[in-house]
C-alpha cells in the first residue's frame, strides 16, 4: 500500500505527505484513509470467511464432528456481524473516500479529522467483539438480529456485543454525515446534482438511510441492555413489555441496512457497465429516481422478516404489498443496465465480468426475495436455507461481487498498476462458478425442509449440503488469489496510464494514476465531457 | 465560505441523527398505539356504566380460556376451559391459583388475545390481570374476568380464546437478576 | 487457457460430486412438500405459480442480456450506439412488472385470507416452546405431555459419539412422544413459549408460526390423509435448537380416541402411582428417564454440565448435599440462572424420580431415595 503515496505529485503548495505509521494513525487524507478501509475490510473477509468455513465444514456431513452447538451459533452471529459491519459496510465507506472526492472535483473530505475518526473506531470495535470469545458463555451466539428474550442469555460478552454495535453506528453515522457534507458543498463548479456520477449518488442516498436507520438500531439495543441490567421492560412480557416490538424496531433499521449494503453496489455496477459497453448509462435519471424510490420504500417493509409472529391480516397485506412494490424500482435499475449494454461495444475485462455476473446472480437474488415477500408462501420459507440462499445471494453475489469489480475497476487508478488480466479472470471464473456450487443448493435445502442455524440436519439433507460446503471450501480459497492479484499488482504490475480503460469518462479519469497526494486543489472545470448527464 | 456551509450540514445531520435516535424510543409508545388500534396484548377497560344493553342473542361465540405460568410456582386453572357467550352480554369467567411454594411469591399476569384481531373486541370490567397478585404459602384464591365481547364483532371470528400468563415479579425475583 | 481448464476443473469436480453424494442419492428433496392439508396445498400452488412466473422472466431478461453480449462486443466490430434515454420504453417496463405483481397478489391476498380465518374448531391443541423441547396441551381432553429428541438421536447428535447418523431411523426427526391428532378435524393450533421465542414447523402443514412468552398465537390444519409428519423449530432458540424435532401422527378418528383413552390412562395411572412406595429400582429407571427428557440438553449425559455455562451435577453440593435443597432446586428452580422450576411442570414421581437418580448416578453415591410422598407433602 505504501507504493499508493510512492507517486511525486505536482501540487507540492502544500506540505509532503508524512511518512512511516504517523502517515496512518493520525491520517486525514482521504486517499489513505480509503486505502486503510478497504484493507480493514479486507482483512475482515478472511476474519469472517474462516467462520464461514467453520460452519461449512461442521454441516458437510449430519451429525456433530468439530464443534459444540453453542459454538456453531456463535459462528453463524459472528460470521453474520463480521461481514455486514465489517466488511460490507467499511468497503462501502473506503469505496467512497477514495473515489467520491475525485469524482467530484474536491481536494478531500469535508471533515479529514472525523474520518480519520470514524476509520479508527472500527478497529477497537472489532477487537471488542471478537474479544467475547474469551469470555465466560462465549461470543454472541443469538443470532446477528438479536432477538430477546434468547440474546440476553449470553454472558459476559452482552454488554461488549451492545457497546460493538453503539461504536459501529457512531462510525458509520460519522462516515455518512462526511460523505453528505462532502457532495453538498465541495462539488467542482458546474458539477450539479445531475452531472453526478451514478456511484456519488447512490452514496448520498445511502448515507441518508445511514442516518435515518442506524439511530434507531442503536436505541433498539440500548433498550436491550437496560432490560437486562437496570430492571426496564421494554421487551420482558413479565413486566408488560412485548418481545416481538424488538423484531419491529431492529428490521425498521434492518430494512434500509438491507440497502445500505447493496446501493453503493449499484452504484458500482452503473459506473462500470458504461465504461465497457462505451456507451453513455441508459436512462440516468431514472436510475437516480430509482435508488432514490427504493431507499424510501425500505423504510415501509420491515416486517415482511417477520410474517411469522403472527401480525393482523391487514398488516400482512400491506408489507406483503410494499414488499412487492420494490420489485418495480429493481426492475427498472436491471432493465437500465441492459439497456446500456444493448448496442455497445462490450469487452469483457474483469471489472465487467464481476459486473455482469453481478446483473445476473443479484436477479436471481430479486427473485428469491419476490417470493419471500408473498407472506402466504413466507410462512413456509421463513427461517430455511431458501433464506439463507436469498440472502447470499443478494449480498455475495450482489454487494461483495460489485465490490471485486470496483476493486478491479479502480485497483489501477489508486496504485498506477494494471492488474494482472489472465489472473483477474481465473479469480472471476473461480469464483462465479465455485459461489453457484455454494449457494444455489441451498434453495433445495429450504424447499426440502431444513431450518437456518443449525449445526445438525436429518440425513435426507445430506447430498446438497455436501456440494454447499464443497463450493464454500473452493469459494474460500479462490479468494487467496484476490489477494495474490492484489498484491501482485501493487508490486509489479504495469504502469497505467491516466485513462486506464478505453471507455472511461468521469473527473476521476483525467488525473494520473495513481492520482497525487493532494489532487484537485484548484477545482477543475467540468464540461460534457466529463460529466456524467 | 464552503466551510461555513459544511458546518451548517453537519449540525442539520447531527440533529437528524439525535431525532432518528429519540424515534428509536418513539416507536415505543407508537407500538402501544399500533396494539391498541390492532388488538394486540389488547387489555381494554371499561366501567360498569359503560355495559350497554343491547345483547346479540342471535350469536353465540365460543371463548377458549387459556391459563399459563412462567417460573412461577403457581397453579393456574381456568374453572372450565371453554364458554361460550353472546355478544354484548357481559360474562363471567372463573380462574383459581394455587401457591404450591412455602414463600410468598408476587405474580402478575399478562393477559393476551387469540385472533389478534380480535381483541379489539373484547373488553373487560374486572381482571385480575390488572393489578399484581400476592399469595401465602399455600394459599389458594378464585379470581373473576368480567368481559363483554363487543357487538361488531365480525361474523369470521366465531371463536376467540383468552389466554394469561402469570410470570414471577416478586422482590426476590428482581433482586436474583440484579445482585447489585 | 482460462477456458478449457475451467472445464476440466468443473467435470473433475462434478464427478467427485456425484461420488461423495451417491449412498443416499435417491432421497434427497428439490422442492417444496405439496402438504396434506387444504393450506399446505394452496401455499404450494402459489409458491408454484410465483416461481414460473419468475423463470419466465429470467429467461426473457437473461436471454435478452446474453444475445446483446454475444452480438455487441468489440471483437465482432460493433460500434457503439449513442442513445441513453427512451421514454416509450421506460414506462413499458415500469408499467409490465407492476401488472405481473398485481397478478400476483391476487392469489397471494386470497390464500392468506384462508389462512387468517381460523374460526371455530372441533379440537384445540396448545403447542408451547420450551429450551429444547415441545410441550403438547389437549384443551378439550385435558391431555398433556411433553415431547423432546427421541434418545437414539440424542445419544447419536453428541459432538464426536462416533455413531453413524444415517443409521439412526429418522434422524433428529424422531421424539419419544408424538403429537396424535385425528384426520378430517378442524385442529386448531395455539403457539406459545416458556423461554425465549421457538416456531412450531411442521412443512406438511403449509406454515409455521412462532411460540412466543406472554402471548398467543393461532393457526389451524386440517389434515387429510393419515400419516406421520415431521418438522423442526424453526427459529433460534439457543444451543440446542436444531434438536427440538416435532412429530405429529394423523391417524383415524377410532385409532384418536383410542388414543386418548390410553393416554388418559396413564394419566391416572401416574397419579396412582404417587401414592405407594417405589423401590431404589424403579425409582432408577424411572428417574434415567426423566433426566434424559429434562435434564439432559444442560447437564449432559455424564451428567458433568457444560464448563462455563451449566454446571455439573457429579460431585456437586447440591447433589450431594441435604435432599431438602435438591427438591428445592428442582421444583423452584434457581432465579437468575437457567435452571428453571420444574415443580409445575413434572408431577411427583418425576420429580421423586429423578431427585433419586441424580444422587445415585455417575458415582454420586449418596444411596438415599425420594419418595412420591415426599414431594407431594412439599408442594
Known amino acids: 500500500m505504501s507504493d499508493v503515496a510512492a507517486h511525486e505529485h505536482h501540487h507540492d503548495d502544500h506540505d509532503h505527505k508524512p511518512t512511516g505509521l504517523g502517515r496512518w494513525l493520525f491520517s486525514t487524507n482521504h486517499k489513505d484513509?480509503?486505502?486503510?478501509?478497504?484493507?480493514?475490510?479486507?482483512i475482515m473477509f478472511f476474519v469472517g470467511g474462516a467462520m464461514a468455513m467453520v460452519i461449512r465444514a461442521e454441516l458437510f456431513q449430519p451429525g456433530l464432528q468439530f464443534v459444540d452447538p453453542q459454538f456453531f451459533n456463535a459462528m453463524t452471529t459472528m460470521h453474520a456481524l463480521i461481514m455486514i459491519f465489517g466488511v460490507i459496510m467499511p468497503a462501502g465507506v473506503g469505496l467512497a473516500n477514495w473515489m467520491i472526492p475525485i469524482m467530484i472535483g474536491a481536494p478531500d473530505m469535508a471533515l479529514p479529522?472525523?474520518?480519520?475518526?470514524?476509520?479508527?473506531?472500527?478497529?477497537?470495535?472489532?477487537a471488542m467483539l471478537l474479544a467475547t470469545f474469551f469470555m465466560e458463555g462465549g461470543a454472541p451466539n443469538g443470532g446477528w438480529t438479536m432477538y430477546p428474550p434468547?440474546?440476553?442469555?449470553?454472558?459476559?460478552g452482552f454488554p461488549y456485543l451492545i457497546f460493538t454495535v453503539h461504536f459501529l453506528g457512531v462510525s458509520s453515522i460519522m462516515g455518512a454525515i462526511n460523505i453528505i457534507a462532502t457532495v453538498f458543498n465541495m462539488r467542482a463548479p458546474g458539477m450539479g446534482f445531475m452531472q453526478l456520477p451514478l456511484f456519488v449518488w447512490t452514496w448520498i442516498i445511502t448515507a441518508f438511510l445511514l442516518i435515518a436507520s442506524m439511530p434507531v438500531l442503536a436505541g433498539a439495543v440500548t433498550m436491550l441492555l437496560t432490560d437486562k441490567y437496570f430492571g426496564t421492560s421494554f421487551f420482558v412480557a413479565a413486566g408488560g413489555g412485548d418481545p416481538v416490538m424488538f423484531q419491529h424496531i431492529f428490521w425498521f433499521f434492518g430494512h434500509p441496512e438491507v440497502y445500505i449494503l447493496i446501493l453503493p453496489a449499484f452504484g458500482i455496477v452503473s459506473q462500470i457497465i458504461p465504461t465497457f459497453a462505451r456507451k453513455p448509462l441508459f436512462g440516468y435519471e431514472s436510475m437516480v429516481y430509482a435508488t432514490a424510490a427504493i431507499a424510501f420504500l425500505s423504510f415501509f417493509v420491515w416486517a415482511h422478516h417477520m410474517f411469522t409472529v403472527g401480525m393482523p391480516l391487514a398488516g400482512e397485506l400491506f408489507f406483503m404489498y410494499a414488499t412487492m412494490s420494490i420489485a418495480v424500482p429493481t426492475g427498472v435499475k436491471i432493465f437500465n443496465w441492459l439497456a446500456t449494454m444493448w448496442r455497445g461495444s462490450m469487452t469483457f475485462e474483469t471489472p465487467m465480468l464481476f459486473a455482469?455476473?453481478?446483473?445476473?446472480?443479484?436477479?436471481?437474488?430479486?427473485?428469491?426475495?419476490?417470493?419471500?415477500?408473498?407472506?402466504?408462501?413466507?410462512?413456509?420459507?421463513?427461517?430455511t436455507y431458501f433464506v439463507v440462499a436469498h440472502f447470499h445471494y443478494v449480498l455475495v453475489t450482489g454487494a461483495l461481487f460489485a465490490l471485486m469489480a470496483a476493486t478491479y475497476f479502480w485497483l489501477p487508478k489508486w496504485t498506477g498498476h494494471m492488474y494482472d488480466e489472465t489472473l483477474g479472470q481465473a479469480h472471476f471464473w473461480l469464483s462465479t462458478i465455485s459461489v453457484n456450487v455454494l449457494f444455489f443448493p441451498q434453495h433445495f435445502l429450504g424447499l426440502a425442509g431444513m431450518p437456518r442455524r443449525i449445526p445438525d440436519y436429518a440425513v435426507q439433507f445430506t447430498e446438497w449440503n455436501m456440494i454447499s460446503s464443497l463450493g464454500g471450501f473452493a469459494f474460500g480459497l479462490s479468494q487467496l488469489l484476490f489477494v495474490w492479484v492484489i498484491i501482485k499488482c501493487v508490486r509489479e504490475g504495469k504502469k497505467a496510464d491516466e485513462q486506464v480503460w478505453e471507455g472511461a469518462r468521469g473527473l476521476e479519469w483525467t488525473l494520473p494514476s495513481p492520482p497525487p497526494f493532494h489532487s484537485f486543489t484548484v477545482p477543475p472545470k467540468v464540461d460534457a465531457s466529463v460529466a456524467h448527464s | 465560505m464552503a466551510n461555513r456551509n459544511v458546518n451548517k450540514t453537519v449540525r442539520r445531520l447531527l440533529l437528524a441523527t439525535v431525532l432518528m435516535f429519540g424515534f428509536g424510543y418513539a416507536l415505543v409508545p407508537l407500538y402501544r398505539v399500533y396494539c391498541d388500534l390492532t388488538g394486540r396484548g389488547s387489555n381494554r377497560v371499561i366501567t360498569a356504566a359503560d355495559v350497554g344493553n343491547e345483547v346479540d342473542r342471535a350469536r353465540l361465540v365460543t371463548v377458549v380460556l387459556d391459563t399459563n405460568t412462567r417460573d412461577i410456582p403457581w397453579t393456574f386453572e381456568a374453572e372450565s376451559h371453554k364458554t361460550r357467550v353472546r355478544p354484548g352480554e357481559l360474562s363471567e369467567a372463573v380462574f383459581t391459583v394455587e401457591n404450591r411454594s412455602a414463600r410468598t411469591v408476587t405474580g402478575?399476569?399478562?393477559?393476551?388475545?387469540?385472533?389478534?384481531?380480535?381483541?379489539?373486541?373484547?373488553?373487560k370490567m374486572d381482571c385480575f390481570c390488572f393489578t399484581e397478585q400476592v399469595l401465602a404459602p399455600g394459599e389458594s384464591k378464585a379470581m373473576p374476568v368480567r368481559f363483554i365481547v363487543d357487538t361488531d364483532l365480525p361474523e369470521r371470528f366465531s371463536s376467540l380464546t383468552l389466554s394469561y400468563t402469570f410470570f414471577d415479579v416478586g422482590e426476590n425475583k428482581a433482586l436474583a437478576a440484579n445482585p447489585s | 487457457m482460462s477456458v478449457r481448464n475451467m472445464k476440466t476443473f468443473m467435470g473433475a469436480l462434478s464427478s467427485v460430486l456425484l461420488l461423495a453424494a451417491a449412498p443416499a442419492w435417491a432421497e434427497y428433496a428439490l422442492n417444496l412438500t405439496e402438504g396434506v392439508t387444504p393450506l399446505s396445498r394452496n401455499i404450494y400452488d402459489l409458491h408454484m405459480t410465483i416461481f414460473y412466473i419468475c423463470c419466465v422472466i429470467a429467461v426473457i431478461v437473461f436471454g435478452v442480456m446474453f444475445w446483446s453480449i454475444f452480438h455487441h462486443r468489440k471483437s465482432r466490430g460493433a460500434q457503439p450506439a449513442k442513445f441513453h434515454h427512451n421514454t416509450t420504453v421506460e414506462i413499458i417496463w415500469t408499467a409490465v412488472p407492476i401488472l405481473i405483481l398485481v397478478v400476483m397478489a391476487i392469489p397471494a391476498t386470497k390464500s392468506l385470507i384462508l389462512i387468517e380465518s381460523t374460526g371455530d374448531s372441533d379440537l384445540t391443541i396448545k403447542v408451547t416452546g420450551h429450551q429444547w423441547r415441545w410441550q403438547y396441551e389437549y384443551i378439550e381432553e385435558g391431555i398433556e405431555f411433553f415431547s423432546s429428541?427421541?434418545?437414539?438421536?440424542?445419544?447419536?447428535?453428541?459432538?464426536?459419539?462416533?455413531?453413524?447418523?444415517?443409521?439412526?431411523?429418522?434422524?433428529?426427526l424422531e421424539v419419544d412422544n408424538p403429537v396424535v391428532v385425528p384426520v378430517g378435524q378442524k385442529i386448531r393450533f395455539m403457539t406459545t413459549a416458556s423461554d425465549v421465542i421457538h416456531s412450531w414447523w411442521v412443512p406438511d402443514l403449509g406454515w409455521k408460526r412462532?411460540?412466543?412468552?406472554?402471548?398467543?398465537?393461532?393457526?389451524w390444519a386440517i389434515i387429510e390423509e393419515e400419516g406421520t409428519y415431521r418438522g423442526q423449530c424453526a427459529e433460534l432458540c439457543g444451543r440446542d435448537h436444531a434438536f427440538m424435532p416435532i412429530v405429529l401422527k394423523a391417524v383415524s378418528e377410532d385409532e384418536y380416541y383410542d388414543w386418548v383413552g390410553e393416554m388418559m390412562m396413564v394419566a391416572m395411572e401416574a397419579e396412582a402411582g404417587a401414592d405407594r412406595e417405589w423401590t431404589m429400582d424403579e425409582l432408577m429407571a424411572q428417574g434415567e428417564q426423566v433426566y434424559g427428557t429434562f435434564c439432559v440438553a444442560c447437564h449432559q449425559v455424564n451428567g458433568m454440565g457444560i464448563p462455563g455455562a451449566f454446571k455439573p451435577l457429579v460431585g456437586s453440593p447440591i447433589a450431594t448435599g441435604p435432599v431438602e435443597d435438591h427438591i428445592d432446586v428442582v421444583m423452584n428452580g434457581v432465579a437468575g440462572t437457567a435452571m428453571a422450576p420444574f415443580g409445575m411442570q413434572l408431577n411427583d414421581v418425576d420429580i421423586a424420580s429423578v431427585i433419586t437418580y441424580e444422587r445415585n448416578a455417575w458415582g454420586n453415591d449418596m444411596g438415599d431415595m425420594v419418595q412420591p410422598s415426599t414431594i407431594a407433602a412439599m408442594r
Not at chain 1, 484513509?33 to 484493507?39: E, S
Not at chain 1, 472525523?114 to 470495535?125: D, E, K, R, V
Not at chain 3, 429428541?149 to 433428529?172: F, T
Not at chain 3, 412462532?210 to 393457526?219: K, T, V, W
Open chain 1, 150 to 156: 434468547l440474546v440476553t442469555q449470553l454472558g459476559e
Open chain 1, 113 to 126: 479529522r472525523m474520518n480519520n475518526m470514524s476509520f479508527w473506531i472500527l478497529p477497537f470495535a472489532f
Open chain 2, 108 to 123: 402478575r399476569a399478562i393477559p393476551s388475545i387469540s385472533p389478534v384481531q380480535a381483541g379489539i373486541y373484547v373488553s
Open chain 1, 33 to 42: 484513509i480509503g486505502t486503510m478501509y478497504l484493507v480493514f475490510s479486507l
Open chain 3, 210 to 219: 412462532d411460540s412466543i412468552p406472554g402471548f398467543i398465537n393461532e393457526s
Open chain 1, 356 to 383: 455482469l455476473a453481478f446483473v445476473i446472480l443479484f436477479s436471481i437474488g430479486g427473485f428469491s426475495g419476490l417470493m419471500l415477500g408473498i407472506t402466504p408462501a413466507d410462512f413456509q420459507y421463513h427461517d
Open chain 3, 149 to 172: 429428541l427421541d434418545a437414539n438421536s440424542n445419544e447419536a447428535r453428541q459432538l464426536k459419539s462416533g455413531i453413524d447418523p444415517s443409521q439412526i431411523d429418522n434422524y433428529l
